[in-house]
């Protein structure tokens, strides 16, 4: 008999006590020494599901043997599965290569000029218009009023400066 067979036959047999249909823990005790000792593979561990298995009659299970000799089971499982990559993963990705510094230069300036606006672009007018926009400038004026005002000093138009460069 093929080890997978063995495995599917105490498979079935821990499923039944893990359900509750059979209370013996000493067979399940001599069951789990059984797939201890059987050289069990990862195909093997994914196609009978054998670690589910034993997984619920641990859960199941009170017997402190039969629950740490369940962990054991599944630790070494584990191993096995951790030890190979699966075939779910997605392989490695090679590292790219890196670029020259002259490369990284030439890539950052495509990018700056990409992203600053033309400074040879011409403005639009001041959006005077905008209710936000004159209730700032007027804000603005007022805190800028002091007791001591120079002459020709023109509040209005340096809030509008300002406002304007804030926008």
């Known amino acids: 008999m093929g080890c997978e067979d063995e495995v599917m036959k105490i498979a079935k047999r821990l499923d039944k006590m893990a359900s509750?249909?059979?209370?013996?823990?000493?067979?399940?005790?001599?069951?789990?020494k059984n797939l201890q000792e059987l050289p069990?593979?990862?195909?093997?561990?994914?196609?009978?599901?054998?670690?589910?298995?034993v997984n619920s009659l641990r859960k199941s299970s009170s017997d402190e043997e039969v629950i740490t000799l369940a962990k054991v089971l599944i630790k070494s499982w584990k191993k096995?599965?951790?030890?190979?990559p699966s075939s779910k993963e997605?392989?490695?990705?090679?590292?790219?290569?890196?670029?020259?510094?002259?490369a990284k230069q030439q890539q950052q300036q495509q990018s700056a000029a990409t992203s600053r606006p033309n400074a040879k672009q011409t403005s639009f007018?001041?959006?005077?218009?905008n209710a936000v926009r004159l209730k700032c400038r007027e804000?603005?004026?007022?805190?800028?009023?002091?007791?001591?005002?120079?002459?020709?000093?023109?509040?209005?138009?340096l809030a509008a400066?300002?406002?304007?460069?804030?926008l």
């Not at 509750?20 to 789990?32: C, K, M, N, P, V």
């Not at 997605?90 to 002259?102: D, L, M």
């Not at 002091?146 to 023109?154: E, K």
């Open 20 to 32: 509750g249909a059979s209370d013996d823990q000493t067979q399940a005790l001599d069951l789990l």
């Open 40 to 53: 069990i593979t990862l195909e093997i561990l994914q196609r009978t599901r054998i670690g589910m298995t």
């Open 80 to 84: 096995l599965l951790s030890g190979t």
């Open 90 to 102: 997605a392989p490695a990705k090679e590292p790219e290569p890196k670029p020259s510094a002259s």
């Open 125 to 129: 007018p001041a959006d005077t218009t």
């Open 139 to 157: 804000l603005l004026s007022s805190a800028l009023k002091c007791d001591d005002m120079p002459d020709g000093c023109n509040l209005d138009g």
């Open 161 to 166: 400066k300002i406002e304007e460069y804030i």
